[in-house]
């Protein structure tokens, strides 16, 4: 009876730990990087992880374009998985936040791969993975631009999105004291980037969507976040489609 009850025991043990022995990872630090308390750099880090440290990974599905590890000192944190090295991680899709989201409005669906293509993502904190709203494209550029939008150093678009009644949660108190109010939508890699340091995010890619003229009525889809430069305002960042819809 003493051996059943330890056969019972040794069972109970495997499918306890079993399960995370398959999802344990190994990663490599490819650069120095920061190991945080969340997926985002509002606060302090914990650490300093030096190139070449062995992480355990806790969870293969990165958040906004983190991944929950393990260091050798035991400490629990978030890197950004663009300075590990993860040799199963498919590399198209390595630091992009997960797809699935539930979104005001109609289900969306948005191009994780398109966080490789932009221009320094730890300064935006992922607060929606997917979000589809709508509203009117208006002009950001007090007329100095034909198409509406500023056309940033990095190659991104900066335009304003006048969101539909329902969706004027989505800016902020920065949207209101910068950006009239509007919601800013960034389309990354859209023109020509004039900054040197950006140049590697659109290398050998230039964005599909296409930009609708200012005063049509649209579906944006995308990632919402918060951009921790300027006055922290709101944006969809980056766009994954645009649609003119009735």
Known sequence: ???TFMRIVMLIVCVLIFPALLTAQQTTVKRDVNLRSDPSTSNPPIE???SGTTLTILDSNPQGGYYHVKAEDGQEGWVWSKNVSVPSASPGHLG?????STTPGPAAQCDGSLWNHVYNPQRLIVKQQCISATGTIVDATNGKKSDGVRHEADGDTHGWLSLDPEFKNLPNAGNISDEGGNLVF????KFHVTQADAVAACQNY??????????SHVRIVGTYV???NHAKWMEIHPVT??????
């Open 1 to 3: 009876m003493q051996a």
């Open 48 to 50: 300093l992880l030096h």
């Open 96 to 100: 992009a936040p997960p797809t699935a």
């Open 186 to 189: 960034e389309i990354v890699c």
């Open 206 to 215: 230039q964005t599909p969507v296409q930009l609708p003229a200012v005063g």
């Open 226 to 228: 918060q951009d921790t």
């Open 241 to 246: 489609s645009i649609t003119v819809v009735p």
